[in-house]
């Protein structure tokens, strides 16, 4: 009996810097695919990270659109990320070589573009994908704007998106973003080419049904991770457990801005006396744009129990988990599965987590963690000194 093939698509191959919490799903469920006897066929971008691959020779050319000209300003660039030419003539000549039985596809907006879509189509390829935000809808991915929660492009409405300057405070890059969200809604690109979307929470399902998307086609399907390499029993046991612990993107939306005003209400309130118990060290793991910022509120608010320690691999990410006595999660944005919570919980650490989004449902509140409110120090500040006191590791 022939090996069963699956294509995964994704704009990266790796779980390195920007590839985040998808990266990571993305390795592991090849890791299973492989183990479960599936031949596994991937399709992304050739960045410097790319794993290697007998197929990385269809890989695309690798754009960067970080920056707020989005590509600098090319033209070339600009176009692809409405309809990338090379994605599609590449994905047809793999395609007519590898011949896979289904497609399975991850973040494929901007780098890839949905031009791979009629693609697999033509070549009647049944298609899933899992939806791992909110960037179908809202062309800043987020919901926020001007950092409250917004849902002004609605119906249709994206042109809310340019009056809101809300991609990178950029009127040029909204228009690129809410043109290209336009495009794909509009000639329903995605509705009209994947056969099911997989919600890795309950909220992003609701959230795409209420906007349009058939709910038939929406399943609940949580993200996952592997218990054996996050089990507890990896941590050191003889650890002074002495801080907590966020890693992460460090970006405006996930309210590490809170989480730094909430510590120095925590350390001015223990040395003026208000707060009997001393502050535990906060470190946080990760890179992100708003590093910078984040480093210069630390110096402003004069804090002394705050530690940046960069981006961390598996045994370092470990080591810091071992010493914390829980995570925290302050979004301020819909977040939808985070990959870092399931972790933080698989290693035995409760999880302080605001109440947007899907993190509800992944807290039992006052068990395996704290559910907080967003955008408040105070209320924050009075989960993590909750989560301190919790006995035990999370279940």
Same mark, same amino acid.
């Given at each position: 009996?022939?090996? *069963?093939?699956?294509?995964? @698509?994704?704009?990266?191959?790796?779980?390195?810097?920007? =590839?985040?919490?998808?990266?990571?799903?993305?390795?592991?469920?090849?890791?299973?695919?492989?183990? %479960?006897?599936?031949?596994?066929?991937?399709?992304?971008?050739?960045?410097?990270? %790319?794993?290697?691959?007998?197929?990385?020779?269809?890989?695309?050319?690798?754009?960067?659109?970080?920056? %707020?000209?989005?590509?600098?300003?090319?033209?070339?660039?600009?176009?692809?990320?409405?309809?990338?030419?090379?994605? +599609?003539?590449?994905?047809? =000549?793999?395609?007519?070589?590898?011949?896979?039985?289904? &497609?399975?596809?991850?973040?494929?907006?901007?780098?890839?573009?949905?031009?791979?879509?009629?693609?697999? +189509?033509?070549?009647?390829?049944?298609?899933?994908?899992?939806?791992?935000?909110?960037?179908? !809808?809202?062309?800043?991915?987020?919901?926020? *704007?001007?950092?409250?929660?917004?849902?002004?492009?609605?119906?249709?409405?994206?042109?809310?998106?340019?009056?809101?300057?809300?991609?990178?405070?950029?009127?040029?890059?909204?228009? !690129?973003?809410? +043109?290209?969200?336009?495009?794909?809604?509009?000639?329903?690109?995605? $509705?009209?080419? @994947?056969?099911?979307?997989?919600?890795?929470?309950?909220?992003?399902?609701?959230?795409?049904?209420?906007?349009?998307?058939?709910?038939?086609?929406?399943?609940?399907?949580?993200?996952? @991770?592997?218990?054996?390499?996050?089990?507890?029993?990896?941590?050191?046991?003889?650890?002074?457990?002495?801080?907590?612990?966020?890693?992460?993107?460090?970006?405006?939306?996930?309210?590490? *801005?809170? !989480?730094?005003?909430?510590? &120095?209400?925590?350390?001015?309130?223990?040395?003026?006396?208000?707060? =009997?118990?001393?502050?535990?060290?906060?470190?946080?793991?990760? $890179?992100?744009?708003?590093?910078?910022?984040?480093? =210069?509120?630390?110096?402003?608010?004069?804090?002394? $129990? @705050?530690?940046?320690?960069?981006?961390?691999?598996?045994?370092?990410?470990?080591?810091?988990?071992?010493?914390?006595?829980?995570?925290?999660?302050?979004?301020?944005?819909?977040?939808?599965?985070?990959? %870092?919570?399931?972790?933080?919980?698989?290693?035995?650490?409760?999880?302080?987590?605001?109440?947007?989004?899907?993190?509800?449902?992944?807290?039992?509140?006052?068990?395996?963690?704290?559910?907080?409110?967003?955008?408040?120090?105070?209320? !924050?500040?009075?989960?993590?000194?909750?989560?301190?006191?919790?006995?035990?590791? &999370?279940?």
């Amino acid at each position: 009996m022939a090996r *069963r093939r699956i294509l995964l @698509v994704n704009k990266f191959y790796h779980d390195v810097g920007p =590839a985040g919490g998808v990266g990571r799903y993305l390795v592991q469920e090849e890791e299973d695919l492989r183990a %479960a006897g599936w031949d596994v066929v991937p399709f992304a971008m050739a960045d410097e990270h %790319a794993r290697p691959s007998p197929w990385d020779r269809y890989f695309v050319r690798a754009r960067d659109y970080s920056h %707020a000209s989005y590509g600098g300003g090319a033209i070339g660039d600009a176009l692809s990320l409405l309809w990338n030419r090379e994605a +599609a003539r590449n994905l047809d =000549a793999l395609l007519r070589e590898a011949r896979p039985d289904v &497609a399975h596809l991850h973040n494929v907006y901007h780098h890839l573009s949905p031009s791979i879509l009629p693609v697999l +189509a033509r070549h009647r390829v049944p298609v899933v994908m899992t939806l791992h935000d909110l960037r179908l !809808l809202c062309p800043a991915i987020h919901m926020l *704007r001007d950092g409250e929660i917004c849902e002004r492009c609605k119906g249709g409405r994206f042109h809310n998106a340019v009056l809101g300057r809300c991609v990178k405070e950029s009127r040029g890059a909204s228009l !690129l973003a809410a +043109a290209e969200t336009a495009h794909q809604r509009w000639r329903g690109l995605y $509705t009209g080419n @994947v056969a099911t979307f997989l919600c890795p929470s309950r909220f992003l399902r609701d959230k795409y049904a209420a906007w349009g998307f058939p709910a038939g086609r929406l399943l609940h399907l949580p993200n996952f @991770v592997d218990l054996d390499v996050w089990h507890p029993r990896h941590l050191d046991a003889g650890s002074v457990r002495d801080s907590y612990l966020y890693f992460g993107r460090i970006s405006r939306e996930k309210g590490l *801005r809170t !989480l730094l005003d909430a510590q &120095a209400v925590w350390e001015r309130g223990h040395a003026e006396g208000a707060i =009997a118990e001393p502050p535990l060290t906060l470190r946080i793991a990760g $890179t992100g744009p708003c590093e910078g910022n984040m480093r =210069a509120r630390l110096a402003q608010l004069g804090l002394r $129990t @705050v530690e940046f320690v960069g981006s961390l691999d598996l045994d370092g990410l470990r080591a810091a988990l071992a010493r914390a006595r829980f995570t925290v999660l302050p979004s301020e944005c819909y977040e939808n599965g985070p990959m %870092a919570a399931l972790e933080s919980l698989a290693s035995g650490r409760p999880l302080v987590g605001t109440g947007l989004g899907g993190i509800p449902e992944m807290i039992d509140d006052g068990v395996t963690g704290i559910i907080v409110p967003d955008r408040d120090p105070d209320g !924050l500040l009075a989960g993590l000194r909750r989560a301190a006191a919790l006995d035990g590791d &999370a279940a």
